[in-house]
């Protein structure tokens, strides 16, 4: 256990649909990090955030935004859902910012679009 | 941009020893992280190679060589629960995101 919480653990909704997907990080985690796995994919960089503050943006579609809160836990939205939007996506955190080193990653939140 | 190239798959019988390279083109590249992943579970952290040269933790041992953008993951006393796809992944960027690779599916025989 890493000590990161994501849910829901699974999701099924309908294309054009909007969902959220919630992150806590480990206890004193102040970065916060999304990702997007599709089948037998690598991971993709979604966004980083930062105590609060968007720190870096991958290839995050303008359909999806996130942010974090003051208590650190993060949210993931993605509206106008595809179907290629079917994915795991995982959360992770680290203690600080900008040091490339080991990230804890949740159990991730897998999402089907029909 | 930005990319990782690593085998998509490998196999080894319990007990060898198998290595996975990593050849990254990167900019900004800060270092090379190495990830497990059991069967679209949580990724898990093996090891960081901010210099060149090998970290050895355990069984599974990195290195990395910064002037041929290269890295590989060794993996020695190979055991069933290795199996397991494995990713490397580079830190770049001021706030060091990792970009990963698309992963090498390791399968290993008793």
């Known amino acids: 256990d890493s000590g990161v919480t994501q849910t829901p653990k699974h999701l099924i909704t309908a294309t054009g649909q909007r969902v959220t997907l919630r992150c806590s990080p480990r206890?004193?985690?102040?970065?916060v990090y999304w990702y997007q796995q599709s089948l037998d994919q690598g991971l993709q960089f979604l966004i980083q955030?930062?105590?609060?503050?968007?720190?870096a943006k991958g290839n995050i579609l303008e359909r999806f935004s996130a942010q974090q809160f003051p208590d650190l836990h993060s949210e993931l939205n993605l509206s106008s859902l595809e179907l290629g939007d079917s994915a795991l996506y995982f959360c992770?955190?680290?203690?600080?910012?900008?040091?490339?080193?080991?990230?804890?990653f949740g159990e991730g939140s897998r999402l089907t679009v029909l | 941009g930005q990319s990782l190239e690593q085998p998509s798959e490998v196999t080894a019988v319990e007990g060898a020893i198998v290595q996975i390279n990593c050849t990254y083109q990167?900019?900004?590249?800060?270092?090379l992280s190495w990830y497990q992943q059991h069967d679209g579970g949580a990724p898990t952290f093996l090891s960081y190679?901010?210099?060149?040269g090998l970290e050895e933790t355990g069984r599974f041992s990195s290195f990395l060589s910064r002037s041929d953008s290269y890295g590989y993951l060794l993996l020695q006393e190979l055991q069933m629960k290795d199996s397991a796809s494995y990713f490397c992944?580079?830190?770049?960027?001021?706030?060091?995101?990792?970009?990963f690779g698309s992963g090498t599916q390791l399968t290993v025989l008793p």
């Open positions: 992770a955190s680290s203690p600080q910012a900008g040091t490339g080193r080991e990230l804890f």
């Open positions: 206890s004193g985690d102040l970065s």
């Open positions: 955030y930062y105590n609060g503050e968007e720190r």
């Open positions: 990167t900019s900004g590249f800060y270092g």
């Open positions: 190679n901010a210099l060149d």
């Open positions: 992944a580079a830190a770049r960027g001021s706030a060091r995101q990792l970009t």
